[in-house]
């Protein structure tokens, strides 16, 4: 998944993305309420996990707008609010869920992919995708082709997946380094060519029909079935 995180306590904004990278999601975390206004704007997340009481603009303030604009992202609220009334505020301004501060990681996890699965989008339906003689397992971070297991590095798995999604389609070295590394990341258009290149050695090499095709000048894109 890619997770827009808005965060303004710097000790759980990066033990939760350290975290949530550790299980192979890509995350931006931004620290004040209009940081995360103008990633909402600019970027593709399959969830928001918002902070209530933010700096510059609240959590519940970016709900209300987030729907306003009828973007129907799923969002999970971060709260140290624990009362009935507060909880029910943040359902009806449009969170899909909320979390009550401290948490467990693996609670977070479990209510992140429940809210993913949720999404009325084809590839949201279960935590399995399979596309031709390939599937990979979201849950489990298991790639297979054929049956025959593909041990894949975290980013691997993430591109592969984004490159699986978005089947048929070119997508540029500045798109995927946006959907695999993310916004704050560091990395250079030549780490995407690295490992695209380690990528298809592990997933095309051994077999007749390629799934990843560069397209010169444009970028990359993956064929079902190797068409």
Not at 122 to 148: K, P
């Amino acid at each position: 998944m890619r997770i827009l995180l808005a965060e303004d306590d710097e000790t759980l904004g990066e033990l939760t993305e350290h975290q949530l990278k550790r299980q192979y999601h890509v995350v931006d975390w931004m620290k004040d309420g209009h940081q995360a206004k103008e990633a909402i704007s600019t970027g593709r997340y399959d969830v928001y996990v918002l902070d209530w009481m933010l700096p510059e603009l609240t959590g519940l303030e970016l709900v209300r707008e987030i729907r306003r604009k009828e973007d129907h992202t799923p969002i999970l609220l971060l709260t140290a609010r624990d009362a009935v009334q507060d909880r029910v505020e943040g359902l009806r301004a449009g969170a899909d869920d909320y979390m009550i501060k401290p948490f467990a990681f693996e609670e977070l996890e479990a209510r992140l992919f429940a809210l993913f699965r949720r999404q009325d989008r084809g590839y949201h339906s279960s935590d399995t995708l399979s596309l031709g003689d390939i599937t990979a397992n979201m849950s489990r971070f298991e790639v297979t082709r054929r049956g025959t297991a593909i041990i894949l590095t975290r980013r691997e798995f993430q591109l592969l997946v984004c490159l699986m999604r978005h089947a048929g389609q070119v997508l540029s070295r500045e798109q995927l380094l946006d959907q695999v590394w993310g916004l704050a990341s560091d990395v250079t258009l030549n780490v995407v060519d690295a490992t695209i290149r380690l990528l298809r050695k592990k997933m095309d090499g051994p077999y007749e029909t390629k799934c990843i095709q560069s397209v010169y000048g444009a970028g990359y894109r993956f064929m079902i079935g190797g068409e």
